[in-house]
């Protein structure tokens, strides 16, 4: 019985290890991935696909056309500056509903941390805009 018992739990080791192996990001990493995404896509002056991480209720509040002004009016305002992400933490997950704060810094100085709301929708999140968000 002790010979069958070593195969067993090698075999059992190997599935084990192809199942985390494949198991792709948590939603934390999820949700932390689109803001990120979303983040760069501002660093890279790209608000329509900006606009595709919405959620179906900001994008409803806000017409694509009105958002892609937005974002471009803000940009070009700020003019050319130095932005990166420093940290996202306090990734809170309720359902369908999601949370995270995202520290920044511009020209090396530290910004001030934004708090950020996400919603599942399809199985995607998808970044809420704040109230004055448009």
Not at 34 to 60: K, W
Not at 105 to 132: C, F, H, K, Q
Request: proline share 4%; glycine share 6%.
């Amino acid at each position: 019985m002790q010979s069958m018992r070593i195969p067993f739990t090698a075999a059992l080791l190997f599935v084990a290890a192809i199942a985390i192996g494949c198991g792709g990001d948590s939603e934390s990493d999820k949700v932390e991935s689109v803001l990120r995404t979303y983040i760069n896509h501002y660093i890279d002056s790209e608000p329509a696909e900006m606009y595709a991480l919405l959620d179906s209720g900001s994008q409803e509040l806000c017409p694509e056309e009105r958002f892609v002004a937005f974002i471009s009016a803000a940009r070009d305002a700020l003019g050319e500056r130095d932005f990166e992400i420093v940290e996202i933490r306090n990734v809170v997950i309720d359902g369908d509903a999601a949370s995270a704060t995202v520290q920044s810094s511009v020209d090396g100085e530290p910004a001030e941390a934004t708090e950020n709301t996400l919603i599942r929708e399809d199985g995607a999140w998808r970044l809420e805009l704040p109230s004055i968000g448009c």
